[in-house]
T-cell receptor, first 114, second 109 residues
């Protein structure tokens, strides 16, 4: 069983479209995260949710909207996609979200905006 | 959140120990040192973490200096499958992980 799963694995779309990436964890964790890894390979946190409540919201355009229907799911919706949104997006989860807490990452979703 | 400094790249012979250094001179007392690695474009994989004491698990050992300003990740018997980018991260109270450039470890036969 995959602990943190993401769908789709690959996503190719046109500029201006709206798309969603889904994430699910079966670890029973309370906290989930979205990270972005750009073409230069830098991994940056975007958001974190604890038990469906937004905890971390880094400087991310408001075209990006995370949605947590329950604590096992954290989806990322992106409106009006731009070329610069092309990246690999990783979902992660941890038990409670403190510094003593290990984060487990999903396999990533490679988004390509044409 | 404290920043970390790692060498950009290192080589290691297969079967030998790989020692990856990390400096985190501004670490605070309640911040943990984490090590993750990323193999090719897969999701980052947790390796080990520690606060003050040295730690060991089935993957690696973590040696933290007494002043906590630096640490070393040790892979005791590196294999070709350990070739990856290794990230040393200091995690603050928010649990936010700030990834740097990491060290690209190349294990050679």
């Amino acid at each position: 069983d995959t602990a943190v799963s993401q769908t789709p694995k690959y996503l190719v779309t046109q500029m201006g479209n709206d798309k969603s990436i889904k994430c699910e964890q079966n670890l029973g964790h309370d906290t989930m995260y979205w990270y972005k890894q750009d073409s230069k390979k830098f991994l940056k946190i975007m958001f974190s949710y604890n038990n469906k409540e937004l905890i971390i919201n880094e400087t991310v355009p408001n075209r990006f909207s995370p949605k947590s229907p329950d604590k096992a799911h954290l989806n990322l919706h992106i409106n009006s996609l731009e070329l610069g949104d092309s990246a690999v997006y990783f979902c992660a989860s941890s038990l409670v979200g403190t510094s003593a807490d290990t984060q487990y990452f999903g396999p990533g979703t490679r988004l390509t905006v044409l | 959140d404290a920043k970390t400094t790692q060498p950009p790249s290192m080589d290691c012979a297969e079967g030998r120990a790989a020692n990856l250094p990390c400096n985190h001179s501004t670490i605070s007392g309640n911040e943990y040192v984490y090590w993750y690695r990323q193999i090719h474009s897969q999701g980052p994989q947790y390796i080990i973490h520690g606060l003050k004491n040295n730690e060991t698990n089935e993957m690696a050992s973590l040696i933290i200096t007494e002043d906590r300003k630096s640490s070393t990740l040790i892979l005791p018997h590196a294999t070709l499958r350990d070739t990856a980018v290794y990230y040393c991260i200091v995690a603050g109270n928010t649990g936010k992980l700030i990834f740097g450039q990491g060290t690209t470890l190349q294990v050679k036969p």
